[in-house]
């Protein structure tokens, strides 16, 4: 099932779920709704939902589905024992991948006995907390042992929130039904609690409505902000308001399900209420609210919580299936022809689309946020997605690497370094492709700072410098030694002379033209390297010592060595320039 089927699916079911709420006739009706919608959205055998007795300190199943044992069904035991009551306790969710032998957990005879006689062996299962309040739990179970997924305990955690909602709401009801008809004196009072319940729930539904569409927290606030007519803000001390509208102080406490009224420095007074269990965001209104207003808020809240999990869950599943893609396009098995064929039809792609690669080389960026906010956008992108410390990008448009690059650039201040090949790669030749663009990006780390590598230019020279590393510095630099004694500016045009002179097969007018020098300014530059280094400098062997020398030095001031001058380092050669010309004129 993709990613977007399931959310669309969870989503479903809570809405589902507050429609059967908005009758509110029929507590058991709505109980039976959650047990049947959790068990078919997870595919287990079973799932039911305990309610907690604090009086006696135990919880019991209530409802139930796929239970075949009365006692199973009838289970009652006390709070923190087995794995129903620990998961009762209200403090997270908890798995047992198969109970009968699980040493973790306390046991009780009579309880181990109904499970072995309804063959039972994987739990799992959310607590029902509304307000700070355990009510009970919502399991799933399965006749096979087995360790449930991230994502199920994501849907189970998620249905039990709304699910703890409904049972909340559902013992409202029948208690503002029951107090209506006590007394003439309380009938008006009970109607506005009936009202309020009615309103909350619309703005439920209809925040639930927003998230099916797209999970995010802009859509849960605006709904918030035309319940309540005003602008519902997400303050944190990373995240303050206009300077024209001073913030007041977040609160460093807070306690679970209340709001807190604020005054900001302009004498305004704010209604805060935690977005997150850590308080590090805060759900904001600028006014003060009423009851009703505050509960409004409150479920706000918890719907922006759960648009964050279901954000993050499907983060977590894109960055899983695109590192499986990748892993197909990077197969060079006997079968990977045929993974690659598969993954290129899953991207939308032929055999003989033109693509181009990318692999990023990044440090201290946040992996799933960097993939989504920067390289998802970029035009062409197909497929991005992280493969042993580095981020690799698939593309079928051949300005990928120069969009990739800017859209890093601009995005993060952090240490990065590319390599790009294409387009034109051939879907065969992906391999071999994504091993050439590591080697490239091999001598990028080299060269360090920011740079974007063509893997295509860096031939046996650069891969020589990057493979030696930082041990290369001492040796490379023995033969540049006379050029020491030279003044700085000196030295550096000599440098640069030699380096084009070798670089273009000691033809002096191709290295005229490459510094945009007059011939003979370039011939007496020669002479002077001749009188330094000695008449034998550009004579082999000596000259492969030289020109490893000059690069290594090249890489050392910014450059990657291998790499084009013009491609590697456009503005330090173009200053170059305009110098050389300054000291030709004087």
Same mark, same amino acid.
């Given at each position: *099932? &993709?990613?977007? !089927?399931?959310? $669309?699916? /969870? =989503?479903?079911? /809570? =809405?589902? &779920? !507050?429609?059967?709420?908005?009758?509110?006739a029929d507590t058991e009706s709505v109980l039976a709704s959650i047990v049947r919608r959790t068990r078919a959205l997870v595919g287990t055998d079973m799932a039911y939902l305990s309610l907690n007795d604090h009086a006696a300190g135990e919880t019991y199943i209530r409802r139930a589905e796929g239970v075949v044992t009365h006692a199973y069904r009838t289970i009652r035991m006390p709070i923190g024992t087995g794995v129903l009551g620990k998961v009762a306790e209200g403090l997270a969710p908890f798995q047992s991948l198969d109970y009968s032998n699980d040493p973790t957990i306390t046991h009780l005879p009579q309880v181990d006995h109904a499970v072995q006689a309804e063959g039972v062996h994987a739990i799992m299962g959310s607590p029902l907390v509304v307000d700070g309040r355990p009510l009970g739990? =919502? *399991?799933? +179970? @399965?006749?096979?042992?087995?360790?449930? &997924?991230?994502? @199920?305990v994501t849907i189970?955690? %998620?249905? +039990?929130? $709304?699910?703890?909602? !409904?049972?909340?709401?559902? $013992?409202r009801y029948t208690e503002a039904l029951n107090a209506a008809g006590r007394a003439d004196a309380d009938r008006d009072h009970e109607r506005e609690s009936l009202r309020e319940l009615t309103r909350l729930d619309e703005l439920s539904s209809r925040q639930c409505q927003s998230l099916l569409e797209e999970p995010n927290e802009t859509a849960v606030l605006n709904r918030a902000a035309e319940h309540l007519g005003v602008e519902v803000e997400l303050l944190s001390p990373e995240r303050p308001t206009s300077p024209l509208r001073p913030a007041p102080t977040l609160p460093s406490r807070h306690t679970a399900g209340v709001a807190h009224e604020v005054e900001a420095p302009d004498g305004c007074t704010w209604t805060l209420v935690p977005a997150d269990r850590d308080a590090r965001d805060w759900l904001a209104v600028r006014r003060a609210l009423d009851p009703a207003e505050e509960k409004a808020l409150l479920r706000t809240a918890q719907h922006l919580l759960l648009a964050r999990r279901l954000r993050s869950a499907r983060r977590a599943t894109e960055l899983e299936a695109g590192a499986g893609l990748l892993a197909e396009l990077v197969d060079d098995s006997a079968g990977g022809i045929v993974r690659r064929r598969r993954a290129l039809a899953e991207l939308g792609l032929r055999e003989d689309s033109q693509v181009s690669?990318?692999?990023i080389d990044l440090a201290a960026v946040p992996e799933p946020q960097f993939a989504e906010r920067v390289l998802s956008p970029v035009a062409g992108v197909r497929l991005s997605a992280p493969r042993g410390g580095t981020w690799c990008v698939v593309g079928d448009r051949p300005d990928v690497p120069a969009r990739v690059e800017a859209a890093v650039r601009h995005a993060t201040e952090a240490v990065w370094q590319m390599a790009f090949l294409?387009?034109?790669?051939?879907f065969r030749d992906l391999p071999g492709a994504f091993h050439t663009l590591e080697n490239a990006l091999a001598v990028s780390r080299v060269a360090g700072g920011l740079h974007a590598v063509d893997a295509? &230019?860096?031939?046996?020279?650069?891969m020589v410098l990057a493979g030696a590393g930082e041990a290369s510095k001492d040796v490379t630099a023995r033969p540049l030694?006379?050029?020491?004694?030279?003044?700085?500016?000196?030295?550096? +045009?000599?440098? @640069?002379?030699?380096?084009a002179y070798l670089d273009a097969g000691m033809n002096v007018a191709e290295t005229s033209r490459r510094l945009f020098l007059h011939r003979n300014t370039v011939l007496q530059r020669l002479e002077q390297l001749g009188a330094v280094l000695g008449p034998d400098w550009h004579t082999p062997p000596r000259s492969l010592d030289l020109h490893l020398a000059l690069l290594s030095a090249a890489r050392d001031d910014?450059?990657?060595?291998?790499?084009?001058?013009?491609? %590697?380092?456009?503005?330090?050669r173009a200053e170059e320039l305009r110098r050389s010309r300054q000291r030709t004129r004087e």
């Open positions: *099932m &993709t990613t977007d !089927a399931l959310d $669309h699916r /969870l =989503l479903r079911a /809570l =809405l589902d &779920t !507050a429609a059967d709420l908005a009758e509110l739990a =919502l *399991m799933v +179970a @399965e006749r096979r042992a087995r360790r449930f &997924t991230h994502s @199920e189970v955690e %998620s249905l +039990a929130k $709304h699910a703890a909602i !409904a049972i909340q709401n559902a $013992h690669l990318v692999v294409g387009p034109g790669e051939h295509s &230019t860096v031939g046996a020279v650069g030694a006379p050029l020491r004694d030279l003044p700085p500016q000196r030295a550096s +045009a000599l440098r @640069e002379t030699a380096l910014g450059g990657a060595p291998g790499a084009p001058p013009a491609r %590697s380092q456009p503005r330090r």
